[in-house]
Each structure stands twice: as C-alpha cells, then as structure tokens.
C-alpha cells in the first residue's frame, strides 16, 4: 500500500512540474494563450498515455510475433520526437491548431524526462533530482536562459537532437534550464507563422523557375514513370498469372507511379506552393523507384523471364537523369528539406 501511494503522490508532482516548465516555455514563446491549456495538459499525458515500439522477432520455433515495449522516458528518443515535431508543424500549417499544440506538449514532456538521468541507471539521484527540480520556479532562473529562435526544419531537428545528444543534466538547477531553453526554441519554431521566410522564399521562387523552364523534360519524364511499369505488367501477363505478375511489379508500380502523378503536377501552370510540393514528392520517390525495380527485377529474373526483369532498366535511367537535370541546383539542395516546413508563395 505505501508503494502504491507513493507511485500517485510522485506522478501528481512530477506531472506538475512538466506542466509548470511546458507553461513558462510556451508564455516565452509568446504562444496564443487559448493554445496554452492544451499544450500543458499534452505535457503531461506521456505518462498516462504511454507511446510504444513495435519490434518483430523470431521465436525459436522459427515463428514471426511482434513485441510491444513501452518508450523509456528518460534516454533520448530522437526518432520519436523528430516525428512529433514534424507532424505538429504539418498540422499548424494546415490550422489544425489545437492539434499541433498536443503533439509539441508531448514532445516537451520527453525532452523535460532527457534531462533527468535514467532511474535504471541511479535510482536515487533520479529520484533526487526529479524533487529539486520539482520545487525550483522557472521564473527566477529566466534571466539566466540563452534563448534561440530556430528558423525552419533543419535548425529545429538540429537543436532537438543536440539537446538529447548532450545527455542528461549535472544537476537539477541545470536540467531545468535547458528544458526551457530547449522547449522555447521547440515550441517558438514550431507554432511560428506559416509562411516561409525571406532567405527560404528566394530560394524556392529559383527552384519554382527552374522547373518551370524544364515543363517538357518534366512531362515526359513523368509520362515514362507513370507507363514504364505497366507495359512491363502487359508483358509478364502474358507470361505468368496477372495477379502474380502484379504481385511482383507493385515494388516498382507504387513508386514510379506516385513519382510520375506528381510530376504532372508540377508540370502543369501550377502556384508555387503546389509545384514544391510535388516536386519534393518526385524527388522523395527517386530512390524508392530503384529500390522496387531491384526487388521487382530479383522476383521477376528469379521466375525465369530475364528479359523483362531488364525492360525496367529505363526506369533507373530516368531516376539518375531526373537527378541531373531536375534536382542538381544548389537552390534545390539548400531550401528541400524545408519545403513541408511551410506555405510557399
Ligand atoms: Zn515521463
């Protein structure tokens, strides 16, 4: 019974601090205040929500399962809070506001619980160190605080994993200041205005022009994406059962085809919000397309119809010369990763 109580007592308090610290990092911030309650009740619910990992394994009957394990809190999770960042600035930019705020919550109260070392590695400092920090109030240390403002994708993920990276605090004065700088440049970057800066907007509208000087490589090349794989699927029906040859075409089907749709796209008289967009989605399918036209090749090959397992080849052609021609500007390499960050034009 006392350990029971104990575990309630401990969880109200530490839940508590997680609120206080998401609280005074997003007021830095200079968050809506209506966005605020949502943001600290996100940065509690790990704890009562808890997020899993998902491993398959083989048993030693040679059997597959699937083992569910709980994300510890307390070692650093960078795969898991890129993904919460992400979706939060994907949902902000589409007004999904409320929602957004919930996914940063959650993310701080992660990157509050990195702070603090494991309990499996020392129980007590642990548990020592989740007490100070308990009873320190973040107001009297901001003055203290180096603050940073990062600007688009690339700065935001870097000051996460940085801040995961340098490992948990020396002390509790220590863990709490960097959860709220940290928190303040997670939270000011994330929920910033949509529209993409000025140094991101040149470089995009270069991108935009770019592209649109290449409107007729763009369509054939899409046009190649888009029918290669089928007439490669016409001829290997004509060979082996349709629902088989389809079965071992999908790997490359898939990719070459959203590649190929997507270029239309940008093909067409688009703004350049859109043009990005799919532009980005071409450039993202590149390596799957190699990738399925190799597993494709290895099934097709593997039931004896060699000659079109290499018919694909045009495939991987077209992939290295869309990287030549398309995507080989310094612009490109400088502004992709930003582009989901936000609303172009
Ligand atoms: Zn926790």
């Known amino acids: 019974m006392p350990i029971f109580l104990n575990l309630i007592f401990r969880g109200a308090v530490y839940a508590k601090t997680h609120e206080i610290l998401a609280r005074e990092a997003a007021r830095l911030a200079g968050v809506d205040e209506r966005l605020i309650p949502d943001l600290c009740l996100a940065a509690r619910s790990p704890d009562l929500a808890p997020d899993y990992d998902y491993k398959v394994y083989l048993t030693h009957r040679g059997r597959l399962r699937v083992r569910r394990t709980r994300i510890k809190h307390h070692e650093p999770n960078p795969g898991l809070l890129k993904r919460y960042v992400i979706e939060a600035r994907h949902r902000w930019i589409r007004g999904r506001r409320e929602e957004a705020a919930k996914l940063v919550g959650r993310a701080l109260h992660y990157i509050g619980d990195s702070m603090i070392i494991s309990?499996?590695?020392?129980?007590?400092?642990?548990?020592?160190?989740?007490?100070?920090?308990?009873?320190?109030?973040?107001?009297?240390?901001?003055?203290?605080?180096?603050?940073?403002?990062?600007?688009?994708?690339?700065?935001?993920?870097?000051?996460?994993?940085?801040?995961?990276?340098?490992?948990?605090?020396?002390?509790?004065?220590?863990?709490?200041?960097?959860?709220?700088?940290?928190?303040?440049?997670?939270?000011?970057?994330?929920?910033?205005?949509?529209?993409?800066?000025?140094?991101?907007?040149?470089?995009?509208?270069?991108?935009?022009?770019?592209?649109?000087?290449?409107?007729?490589?763009?369509?054939?090349?899409?046009?190649?994406?888009?029918?290669?794989?089928?007439?490669?699927?016409?001829?290997?029906?004509?060979?082996?059962?349709?629902?088989?040859?389809?079965?071992?075409?999908?790997?490359?089907?898939?990719p070459s085809m959203t590649a190929g749709i997507s270029g239309m796209i940008l093909y067409g008289p688009r703004d350049m919000n859109t043009a990005l967009y799919s532009a980005r989605r071409v450039y993202g399918m590149l390596p799957w397309i190699i990738i399925g036209v190799i597993i494709s090749g290895l099934i097709i090959s593997g039931m004896g119809c060699m000659a079109i397992a290499i018919s694909l080849t045009p495939e991987v052609i077209m992939v290295i010369i869309a990287y030549r021609r398309l995507f080989n500007i310094i612009e490109w390499k400088r502004v992709k990763d930003e582009i989901d960050w936000f609303m172009w034009g």
Do not use: N, Q
């Open 119 to 254: 309990p499996s590695k020392d129980k007590d400092l642990h548990d020592r160190m989740e007490r100070e920090c308990s009873r320190i109030d973040p107001r009297d240390l901001i003055g203290e605080l180096s603050l940073f403002r990062p600007i688009g994708k690339r700065e935001t993920l870097r000051v996460l994993v940085e801040s995961l990276e340098s490992g948990p605090a020396s002390s509790a004065l220590e863990a709490v200041k960097r959860t709220l700088s940290t928190s303040f440049s997670i939270i000011s970057s994330t929920l910033s205005p949509s529209t993409a800066p000025e140094r991101f907007r040149v470089l995009g509208d270069r991108c935009h022009e770019y592209f649109r000087e290449r409107r007729k490589f763009i369509l054939i090349l899409s046009l190649i994406l888009t029918m290669l794989p089928f007439i490669a699927l016409i001829l290997l029906s004509l060979k082996l059962k349709p629902v088989i040859a389809l079965a071992s075409l999908i790997p490359t089907i898939a």
